[in-house]
């Protein structure tokens, strides 16, 4: 299998919560050999087993205020991220992939800014933003606006492409969902070059766009929901006079052990056979939580948050 080494610059367009979690947990992968992250997820038809390598060879982050770039300048500035407060179409031109990561309110704003048409130009625009699918992405950019043309009569623009990561792409434990849509099948000089890249928070999967939401909610959202559980687990703890760390401690081991055996491949009623025995203690937190409702609470969470990100996508559509 042939490999290319791809060295690109990264732009954040956009550093909040979720686009701090992946620049942390890609700047954490370049301790490792580069080649942990080629990707052949999609072939070529030059070469059918063709594999990219994504290093990433600059940072810039680009925020709205300096009172957002500071405490970016501080964590980030050591480790050679260029942070830039008011100046996005600077940033983005400074980028070979440009990461969008602003709120679903203002995407139209950030990709409509004066010259952020050029700017985008030849890049590979990475959006992780929610509720928003590629063609408003791209009427934001051009819609009403002639494309320009790379000299030889072609015209050029950007290749965008939607990512569904979550925050734990900052411990590099992040699912990311490559959201294609019905018309769109990304082609591998898009598609592998990003999964490369989102390989080093995690790992990647091909997503269908039509369950885009319940994807994001699931693999997104319910990071909250497990840390909530978690969370009155420790305080159950706390209240039986355990300490707060040492409860911390036990029940996120104990979570990640659960999870652990279920990607093995055991079910959650095979994890939860192994663990009860009948009439024993275990059986009885069960049936606390069967009398609450544990279930049925977290199965609507899950439909009232995907039905929320519906509606913000079509609230964003409409203006």
Not at 29 to 54: C, K, M
Not at 83 to 99: H, K, P, Y
Not at 114 to 124: F, H, P, Q, V, Y
Not at 266 to 291: F, M, N, Q
């Amino acid at each position: 299998m042939s490999t290319g080494s791809l060295n690109l610059s990264i732009c954040f367009l956009g550093c909040g919560k979720l686009s701090s979690a992946i620049l942390e947990g890609i700047i954490a992968s370049q301790t490792e050999p580069a080649e942990n992250f080629s990707y052949p997820l999609r072939a070529t038809s030059e070469d059918p087993g063709a594999a990219v390598t994504v290093v990433p060879k600059a940072f810039t982050a680009c925020v709205k205020t300096q009172h957002s770039a500071a405490p970016l300048s501080e964590k980030y500035g050591s480790k050679g991220v260029n942070v830039l407060a008011n100046e996005n179409v600077r940033g983005v031109e400074s980028a070979d992939v440009v990461i969008l990561g602003v709120e679903p309110n203002i995407y139209g704003e950030v990709l409509g800014e004066s010259s952020m048409r050029d700017a985008l130009s030849g890049k590979i625009l990475v959006s992780i933003v929610g509720g928003v699918n590629t063609e408003m992405l791209s009427d934001a950019i051009y819609k009403g606006k002639p494309l320009i043309e790379d000299g030889k009569g072609e015209r050029t623009q950007c290749q965008i492409i939607r990512v569904l990561p979550n925050t734990a792409a900052a411990v590099r434990e992040c699912i990311s969902l490559i959201i294609e849509e019905k018309k769109d099948q990304y082609p591998p000089d898009v598609l592998n070059p990003v999964c490369s890249l989102f390989t080093r928070v995690g790992s990647v999967k091909l997503w269908c766009g039509d369950l885009g939401p319940v994807g994001a909610s699931l693999s997104s959202s319910s990071v909250a929901f497990w840390a909530e559980v978690l969370e009155g687990a420790v305080d159950g703890a706390v209240r039986l006079d355990m300490g707060q760390a040492d409860a911390l401690e036990l029940a996120a081991a104990a979570m990640s052990g659960a999870a652990a055996l279920m990607r093995s491949g055991e079910s959650p009623s095979e994890v939860r056979r192994k663990v009860a025995t009948p009439g024993g203690s275990t059986a009885v937190g069960l049936k606390t939580l069967e009398d609450g409702k544990a279930r049925g609470i977290m199965e609507q969470a899950l439909i009232n948050t995907v039905e929320k990100a519906n509606g913000l996508g079509q609230k964003t559509s409409s203006g």
